[in-house]
Each structure stands twice: as C-alpha cells, then as structure tokens.
C-alpha cells in the first residue's frame, strides 16, 4: 500500500521551498532567483516596521511600569503581551510577502491596530 505525500504548497497557504515560480502561496521566503525588491519600498516597510517596534517597547516599559506599580486588572499584562505579539506576526507575514504588490501594505497597516490599542490601554493604566 503506497500513499502519495503531498507537497508543503498544496497544503499550507505559505511555502518554504526556493522555487521562485510557485504563484500560489502567499507567504515565502524569497528565492535566490527572485529579484531585489526596490531599495524605497524596502526602506519604507523598514521604517514603518522600526516604528511600530519602538513604540512596542515603550508600550511594553510602561506596562511594566503599571505592574510594578500595582492597581492594574489580571487581564492587562496577557492583553497586553497578545496585541504585541499579533502586531509581530503581521509585520513577519508582510516581510515574507515582500514581493507581492499589495498585500505587505495591507499587513503592516493592520499590524497598527493591535499597536495603537496596546498604547490606549497603556495610557489608560
């Protein structure tokens, strides 16, 4: 009895493999054949990504100012550490999505939701 292995692509929506003429995964890391994404686009997600991380970290040192200082619900830390970590995974998806023309906007902008609702509740605590 034999069974066929299916390959990564026709499985998961991303792909680690380094063929560059998958066209059907969304998300892949970019093959050595692949070409060089443009020096301005790749500097304006840096950028955008640099900002989104620095102001997780102050969100993050005044959290942990808010702990320390006690007073804050047991749902803070947890929701606080969940955006973090949603707002990482998206900017992850759009550097994997480089080379594709719209969808790294679309992620790095949802990206500043759970971002700018971490620094909301910073605020508020």
């Not at 380094?18 to 997600?45: K, N, Q, Y």
Request: hydrophobic letters at 50%; charged letters at 15%; zero cysteines.
């Amino acid at each position: 009895m034999t069974t066929e292995v299916e390959s990564a692509s026709d499985v998961l929506p991303f792909g680690w493999s380094t063929d560059s003429d998958e066209g059907d995964v969304l998300f892949r890391f970019p093959a050595a054949g692949d070409p060089a994404p443009r020096t301005r686009r790749l500097l304006i997600m840096t950028l955008y990504a640099s900002a989104l991380g620095l102001i997780g970290v102050g969100v993050g040192i005044r959290g942990l100012v808010s702990v320390i200082g006690g007073g804050v619900p047991g749902w803070y830390v947890p929701t606080l550490a969940a955006a973090g970590l949603l707002s990482v995974g998206l900017v992850v998806g759009a550097v994997l999505s480089i080379h594709r023309r719209r969808l790294p906007w679309l992620l790095l902008g949802a990206a500043a939701a759970p971002v700018t609702g971490d620094v909301f509740l910073a605020v508020a605590y």
